[in-house]
């Protein structure tokens, strides 16, 4: 099925199809839609569910953005209507205590769950949808990273980040007008996670070389597009224009198509996000706050294409990998932070990460195929004199 590249982003729903990798992909989506103001599908999409309770998540933060709105709305409609809405000073962790908390609310006559926020309470609606076997809905209200269409939920547990597997929400619903308005670090992030992807997809293909690790076309150039798409309406990003936060929007959405048809993170997350993982559970296992995911996984991309500099000086193939400078280029652009001071990761750790960060997960990357070349602790050096001084 070639033209699933040509659909638009609304109609990747419901799609089970042959695949020129030799696997059959499919993505049970049932709907996608972007739209300035969400509400009525929400409630439409709802009254499918009316055997039962409609039960909402969300914290005070997108309660006021959207939530309540939403909530009013359902009430109106004569639908039973429950929730839970985190009260947070400090951002919302997606931990075992939040997760517990939603199975304490929740009641067992719900028949829909109904989340409304971006990254963290998107996870927690998701693994209760999956344990609880009830289904979800997500109401979007920033384009912060890519976790949409996504089947797993990264979640904080014992004090360490650890990826459940989960499922689909049954929709996507993207509030235009709140994503739009979403504050500024939160689009800088979705930025990042998307510009992650050259990296990624780098080591993706550097697997493919090396290991003949397997790799799908198809799942290739649906990421490429979302990139192209979102890179070629940067100044509209970061003007907040309309269609070129749509475009960001069904990037973020593509992306976890993308990984949902292969069936693993792969085409969205490498390296850059290793980097940005290592960074986070540093952080984590301080008890000290972190970045959005997506700004790091922005420097990440930056680190990790220098690296890519000094890998193909070595090596005796030739290795596809984007720029450095150009990355920086296209972040500065945004406005978004594009290097691991300003983004307050120590300088220990800077050093510590490029050598370990390959432990992560067992994933082979720019870092393994450094670490064979002998070069990976010199590179660290040089990156940190780059990054922090020489002293
Ligand atoms: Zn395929
Ligand atoms: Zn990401």
């Known amino acids: 099925m070639d033209n699933i590249l040509s659909l638009p982003v609304s109609e990747m729903v419901n799609l089970s199809f042959e695949c020129t990798c030799g696997r059959s992909h499919s993505v049970d989506i049932r709907s996608i839609i972007v ?7 929400a409630v439409s999409l709802a009254l499918k569910y009316k055997t039962g309770r409609i039960f909402v998540i969300a914290d005070n933060n997108t309660y006021s953005v ?3 709105r939403i909530w009013e709305a359902l009430k109106k409609e004569g639908l039973p209507v429950g929730g839970h809405i985190f009260e947070s000073l400090h951002p919302l962790v997606p931990d075992e205590r939040a997760v517990g908390r939603l199975v304490t609310e929740i009641g067992r006559d719900v ?4 989340a409304v926020g971006s990254g963290t309470v998107n996870d927690l609606a998701r693994i209760i949808s999956f344990k609880l076997g009830i289904p979800y809905l997500i109401a979007a209200t920033a384009p912060s990273m890519d976790g949409y269409a996504s089947t797993v939920s990264p979640l904080i547990i014992d004090g360490f980040k650890k990826t459940y597997e989960a499922v689909y929400p049954v929709s996507i619903l993207c509030d235009l007008k709140a994503m739009r308005n979403a504050p500024w670090e939160m689009i800088c992030a979705g930025f990042g996670d998307i510009l992650g992807k050259y990296t990624a997809l780098a080591d993706w293909k550097l697997s493919k070389d090396v290991n003949n690790e397997y790799y799908c076309e198809t799942g290739v150039s649906l990421v490429k597009n979302a990139m192209d798409k979102c890179m070629g309406n940067i100044d509209g990003i970061a003007e907040r224009d309309e269609s070129s936060i749509r475009y960001m929007i069904e990037a973020l959405i593509l992306s976890g198509i993308a990984m949902g048809l292969v069936g693993s993170s792969r085409p969205a997350s490498g390296a850059e996000h290793h980097l940005a993982h290592y960074w986070e559970m540093n952080a984590l296992a301080r008890g000290e706050e ?6 790091s996984v922005g420097v990440g991309t930056v680190i990790v294409s220098y690296l890519y500099e000094m890998v193909k000086d070595k090596a005796d193939f030739e290795i596809d990998s984007p720029d450095p400078e150009e990355i920086r280029g296209l972040l500065k652009r945004i ?3 594009d290097n691991p001071f300003e983004l307050g990761i120590k300088k220990e750790v800077f050093t510590e990460s490029i050598i370990h960060a390959m432990e992560i997960r ?3 990357t720019v870092f393994h195929l450094a670490k064979r070349l002998g070069i990976l602790e010199d590179a660290a050096l040089r990156l940190t004199q780059k990054f922090y001084g020489a002293d």
């Open 35 to 41: 739209d300035q103001d969400i509400t009525k599908e």
């Open 290 to 295: 972190h970045p959005l995911h997506g700004n």
């Open 66 to 68: 959207k939530g309540r």
């Open 362 to 364: 067992p994933r082979y």
């Open 335 to 337: 406005g978004a932070c």
């Open 111 to 114: 028949s829909l769950i109904v």
